[in-house]
């Protein structure tokens, strides 16, 4: 009997690679078949295209606690290494694992099978939703106005 796997979000006991067959033969929880529900905005959900696959996200002190705790970053240093794309990918596939199983009722994808998505689907593909999903953790949502002082008149 092997070892659960250590992962952000997962259920406890699950293994990575234990589920139903996807329609292309790779191991993947069925509730995760291109029919997730839209993200609600007012709680800040994001959603999420990886390779075909649809997920919504959403920011939960839960979610970024264990974002911080699994990268040992901060969120906002996070959000700097994404905004300057310069992000290990295994931070980017436990920000958007993190995000999923936020949105999805704790369950998500093992981060090996995030992994294989974000790379299937690209890396850059993968950058846009993170951020977003890290901005309205940070923002709550709210913009930030930067107040611009008047011109005087000559």
Not at 11 to 29: F, I, L, N, S, Y
Not at 53 to 76: L, Q, V, Y
Not at 85 to 93: K, N, P, S
């Amino acid at each position: 009997m092997g070892q659960p796997d250590k992962e952000v979000g997962g259920r406890v006991g699950e293994r990575a690679g234990h589920g139903p067959q996807d329609k292309e033969g790779d191991r993947m929880m069925g509730f995760f078949d291109n029919r997730a529900r839209p993200p609600n905005k007012a709680r800040g959900e994001i959603a999420l295209d990886l390779a075909g696959r649809k997920f919504t996200m959403r920011p939960t002190f839960e979610a970024i606690a264990a974002i911080e705790a699994a990268s040992g970053h901060d969120t906002g240093a996070l959000l700097m290494l994404l905004l300057g794309r310069r992000v290990r990918a295994v931070d980017l596939a436990v920000i958007l694992q993190a995000g999923i199983a936020a949105g999805n009722g704790g369950e998500a994808p093992s981060l090996e099978k995030i992994g294989a998505l974000i790379l299937r689907a690209g890396l850059a593909a993968a950058l846009e939703p993170a951020t977003a999903f890290l901005i309205e953790a940070i923002t709550g949502g709210e913009r930030v106005k930067k107040k611009v002082p008047a011109r005087e008149s000559p």
